[in-house]
Every structure is written in structure tokens, then in C-alpha cells.
């Protein structure tokens, strides 16, 4: 009788169903960060275009800001959009946080061993600070609502007065605060470089020439949204805006 000497590959163990259920649990935050990244940057653009109207002088942006507050109207009260608006960023940048904050998490028990000698990692400065990125663009946020939402912190503080608020908000007297915005929007760029980037990737495009164009493409959209929110402050402190 003929003996079959032939060896025969093992099949893998299969995934304990923890993991599984952990895997799974990590893609669906992934996706869930790709779909808030995108949520707050189509609002960042959009906010940015507002923006730029101010430089058509204080009664095309005092219109603009007045709009804003009839968006919705007479279906919703007044100033309701923006109120739902508001509401909806929130939800998207404390779910954007907490699904960031469990991945990291995540990642740091999948490596609980530390090394004596860590080779360096490659990758890029955005990437190795997003982290940071994002702890100064949350405090930004806070700030830019209690200065020109609430008007708590501006120094003219007038509701309506939305071109005056931010001309006398930038004033070349104020440079802290110009170089406090600066360097947030810098960070809110280089944060928002990788995220494309990062959500591109989550939603399976990974191929080399796709990541080299989503790379090229993630830079050009950053310094687009980086040189027009700075624009406005910039041109308060040179008197093109006064």
C-alpha cells in the first residue's frame, strides 16, 4: 500500500472572536473618523468663502453674517440653522475626539512592549503630530466661540457688527492674538493634510499612484484652506481691512 509522504500546510487558527469583534470595531471607527473628518472640512471651506466676503467691505459681510441668521426661514425660526449647525459640529468633532482617542488606545496595547532601541519611524511631520495638532485646534475652536460667537473675549463685542468685531479682534495692537490664529490655522492645516490623506486610505484607496495622488491632492486643499483663513487677519494687520 502506497504511503502518502506529502506535507500538507497547516490551516491558520482561526481569529478569536474578541478580535474579530475588536477588528471590526476599529474599521467602523476608522470609517466613522473618515465621515466627521469630511464633515468638518466641507464646513471649514465653506466658513472659509464667508470668510473672504470681507474684503467686499463691512456691508457685504454685515449682510453675510445676517443671512447666515435667516438661513431656514419662515420654515425655522431664526438663527435656528445655525443653532442645528453648531449642534451637528459638535457631535461630529467630540465623535471625531473619542473615536481618535479609543484607536490610539487601541494601538498602544496592540504594542506593549517597549523597546530599549525604537528604529525611527518613518512618515511625516503631520503624521507624527496629530495628536498635538488636534489638542491645539480644540483649544482654537474654544477661543475663536467665546471671541466671535459669544463675543465673550472680542474686544469690540457688538452683535451685528461682524466686520468691526473682526477688524478690531486682529488690530496690529493685538498681534497675540493674530499669532495665536496663525499658528492654529498652520496646525488645523497640517492636521487636515494627513486626515485626507488618512480618509482616503480608509476608504480603500491604496495603491501607489492613488496615495501619491491623494497625497499631492491633500497638500494643495491645506494650503488652500491655510493661506485663505489667513488672509483676513493678515490684511486687518497691514490696513487692507480697517
Same mark, same amino acid.
Request: glycine share 8%; charged share 15%; hydrophobic share 50%.
Given at each position: 500500500?502506497?504511503?502518502? #509522504? +506529502?506535507?500538507?500546510?497547516?490551516?491558520?487558527?482561526?481569529?478569536?472572536?474578541?478580535?474579530?469583534a475588536?477588528?471590526?470595531s476599529?474599521?467602523?471607527?476608522? =470609517?466613522?473618523?473618515?465621515?466627521?473628518?469630511?464633515?468638518?472640512?466641507?464646513?471649514?471651506?465653506?466658513?472659509?468663502?464667508?470668510?473672504?466676503?470681507?474684503?467686499?467691505? *463691512?456691508?457685504?459681510?454685515?449682510?453675510?453674517?445676517?443671512?447666515?441668521?435667516?438661513?431656514?426661514?419662515?420654515?425655522?425660526?431664526?438663527?435656528?440653522?445655525l443653532?442645528?449647525?453648531? *449642534?451637528?459640529?459638535?457631535?461630529?468633532?467630540?465623535?471625531?475626539?473619542?473615536?481618535a482617542?479609543?484607536?490610539?488606545?487601541?494601538a498602544?496595547?496592540?504594542?506593549?512592549?517597549?523597546?530599549?532601541?525604537?528604529?525611527?519611524?518613518?512618515g +511625516?511631520? *503631520?503624521?507624527?503630530?496629530?495628536r498635538?495638532?488636534?489638542?491645539?485646534?480644540?483649544?482654537?475652536?474654544?477661543?475663536?466661540?467665546?471671541?466671535?460667537?459669544t463675543? #465673550?473675549?472680542?474686544?469690540h463685542?457688538?452683535?451685528?457688527?461682524?466686520?468691526?468685531?473682526?477688524?478690531?479682534?486682529?488690530?496690529?495692537?493685538?498681534?497675540?492674538?493674530?499669532?495665536?490664529?496663525?499658528? +492654529?490655522?498652520?496646525?488645523?492645516?497640517?492636521?487636515?493634510?494627513?486626515? =485626507?490623506?488618512?480618509?482616503?486610505?480608509?476608504?480603500?484607496?491604496? +495603491?501607489?499612484?492613488?496615495?501619491?495622488?491623494a497625497?499631492?491632492? *491633500?497638500?494643495? =486643499?491645506?494650503l488652500v484652506?491655510?493661506?485663505?483663513?489667513?488672509?483676513v487677519?493678515?490684511?486687518?494687520?497691514?490696513?487692507?481691512?480697517?
Amino acid at each position: 500500500m502506497a504511503v502518502d #509522504t +506529502s506535507t500538507r500546510k497547516s490551516a491558520a487558527p482561526a481569529p478569536a472572536p474578541g478580535k474579530t469583534a475588536r477588528r471590526r470595531s476599529s474599521v467602523a471607527l476608522k =470609517l466613522f473618523m473618515a465621515v466627521t473628518g469630511l464633515l468638518l472640512v466641507a464646513f471649514l471651506y465653506v466658513h472659509m468663502i464667508g470668510n473672504l466676503k470681507i474684503f467686499f467691505g *463691512a456691508e457685504t459681510f454685515d449682510h453675510y453674517a445676517h443671512w447666515l441668521r435667516t438661513i431656514g426661514t419662515p420654515l425655522l425660526p431664526e438663527a435656528w440653522y445655525l443653532y442645528i449647525q453648531r *449642534a451637528v459640529l459638535t457631535v461630529a468633532v467630540v465623535g471625531h475626539i473619542v473615536a481618535a482617542t479609543i484607536l490610539a488606545r487601541r494601538a498602544r496595547l496592540a504594542r506593549p512592549v517597549k523597546y530599549a532601541h525604537r528604529p525611527k519611524v518613518q512618515g +511625516s511631520y *503631520a503624521a507624527r503630530t496629530m495628536r498635538w495638532g488636534g489638542v491645539i485646534v480644540l483649544l482654537f475652536v474654544i477661543y475663536h466661540i467665546l471671541d466671535l460667537t459669544t463675543l #465673550t473675549l472680542n474686544p469690540h463685542g457688538v452683535s451685528g457688527e461682524v466686520y468691526r468685531n473682526v477688524a478690531e479682534d486682529f488690530a496690529p495692537g493685538r498681534w497675540y492674538v493674530t499669532l495665536f490664529y496663525t499658528l +492654529s490655522i498652520v496646525a488645523v492645516g497640517f492636521h487636515l493634510r494627513h486626515g =485626507l490623506w488618512s480618509a482616503v486610505r480608509t476608504f480603500g484607496l491604496q +495603491s501607489p499612484r492613488g496615495e501619491l495622488y491623494a497625497r499631492a491632492t *491633500a497638500l494643495v =486643499l491645506s494650503l488652500v484652506l491655510v493661506v485663505g483663513y489667513l488672509s483676513v487677519p493678515f490684511a486687518v494687520l497691514v490696513g487692507l481691512v480697517d
